[in-house]
């Protein structure tokens, strides 16, 4: 069995922070029961362009594999006890909703813990929901405005940058996971569920560590640094050489010694203006140029051979392209395959997560609705009549 074989979650879930959560959980053999609302053509995922057919999307199936789907209106009296239905035969109801829709939709411990006392109910918000914006709407986009994460990123003469990735929404979405795992392993112990109120904005402040600890406690004000440097370790950043750039990290006293042996400049190891972090960090003015000048004077591949060799912790700097035809993305098997009616033979970036044996037989991304009869027949019980009276009544959309 994979580790998560028995645990069911129902997903009331869209977009990216939420299924991103779920992803991994699926993968790991989790049951993920993925409600998409008839009303507005399930998740908006289907629709992020570009690569779209139908309701089918790349974005949609880099977030959802492994996972089923019902169209179900939990808005409606007779989507609402199919609803109920699976709260009782779920671990936990998972939602990435505003901060308020939680409340309004009654699917917070208090609403469902009749229906079935174990449930965990766990919420990812922009905000939460509590404090003054738990009704405002948020985006990855935003919230790394916000959380002054846009304030250090680029260089010092220009705008303020997000990172090129979601990684509020992704970083938000793995906290739903621990979350999530440690709900109802407490529920399994304990027998009785809970609240999880997990927010993006609360991930993305968290995620300022120890530049937030030296602000608060020593009035430190972090500001954006040429070539991506680090606040305070020099060398540790981004250099040009002759075809392209290269990432040097001198996280310890030994790598500064070996890179300046590298560089064919041992009397910098003794020179008392670079002997320890704190010097380097006083005199970097004078020191960056220096090893600039000499980097820049041959390839990436001349010094990653030369560096890598020494023990010198560095990377080229390469395109999305370069990095998936990385020979270590190949060895790590962080690729793996689908195959869809539509796109054919998909191949996406692999969860990181790993326990015990990797997974190698991934499903597809569900279509809307495409577990209806696995759903509503095999796990709920229900006859054909009975799914046909719940259709009537609006369960499953309108037009359903």
Not at 107 to 125: M, Q, T
Not at 147 to 164: Q, R, V
Not at 168 to 181: E, K, S
Not at 315 to 328: C, F
Request: proline share 7%; net charge negative.
């Amino acid at each position: 069995m994979r580790p998560l074989e028995d645990v069911r979650i129902v997903a009331l879930e869209q977009y990216g922070a939420g299924p991103f959560g779920s992803v991994h959980l699926a993968d790991l053999g989790a049951e993920i029961i993925k409600i998409e609302d008839p009303r507005t053509g399930g998740d908006v995922g289907r629709a992020v362009p570009p690569f779209v057919e139908g309701e089918d999307s790349l974005f949609f199936e880099t977030f959802n594999r492994n996972k089923r789907s019902l169209s179900l209106d939990v808005s409606v009296p007779a989507g609402r006890a199919v609803f109920e239905d699976l709260v009782r035969a779920g671990d936990a109801v998972y939602s990435n909703l505003r901060g308020d829709v939680p409340a309004r939709l009654r699917i917070r411990y208090d609403d469902l813990k009749e229906i079935n006392p174990r449930i965990v109910c766990c919420s990812l918000s922009g905000y939460g929901m509590t404090g003054p914006r738990a009704a405002d709407p948020a985006y990855d986009y935003i919230l790394q405005g916000i959380a002054g994460w846009m304030s250090i990123t680029g260089e010092p003469d220009g705008p303020p940058a997000k990172s090129g990735l979601s990684l509020v929404d992704y970083c938000g979405g793995f906290v739903a996971a621990i979350a999530l795992l440690a709900g109802i392993h407490a529920s399994r112990r304990d027998g009785v569920g809970m609240d999880c109120d997990l927010s993006l904005f609360d991930t993305a402040i968290s995620l300022l560590t120890y530049p937030a600890t030296w602000h608060l406690n020593a009035g430190f004000e972090p500001v954006r640094t040429p070539r991506s440097a680090h606040p305070s370790l020099v060398p540790f950043q981004n250099f040009p050489t002759s075809d392209g750039w290269i990432v040097v990290g001198c996280a310890k006293e030994k790598f500064w010694q070996r890179l300046v042996g590298v560089l064919g400049q041992p009397q910098l190891a003794a020179d008392p203006r670079y002997a320890t972090f704190e010097d380097r960090r006083r005199n970097a003015l004078e020191l960056l140029p220096l090893l600039e000048k000499l980097l820049v004077a041959e390839t990436t591949a001349h010094w990653i051979d030369l560096l890598t060799e020494a023990g010198v912790p560095c990377g080229p700097v390469n395109t999305v392209a370069e990095a998936l035809r990385d020979p270590q993305t190949e060895a790590r098997g962080v690729i793996v395959e689908t195959d869809h009616p539509r796109f054919g033979k998909l191949r996406q970036a692999a969860s990181p997560v790993r326990v015990g044996d990797a997974r190698t037989d991934h499903r597809r991304a569900p279509l809307r609705n495409e577990d209806a009869s696995w759903i509503l027949g095999d796990l709920l019980g229900y006859s054909t009549e009975r799914i046909v009276e719940l259709g009537a009544a609006g369960a499953f959309g309108a037009s359903a």
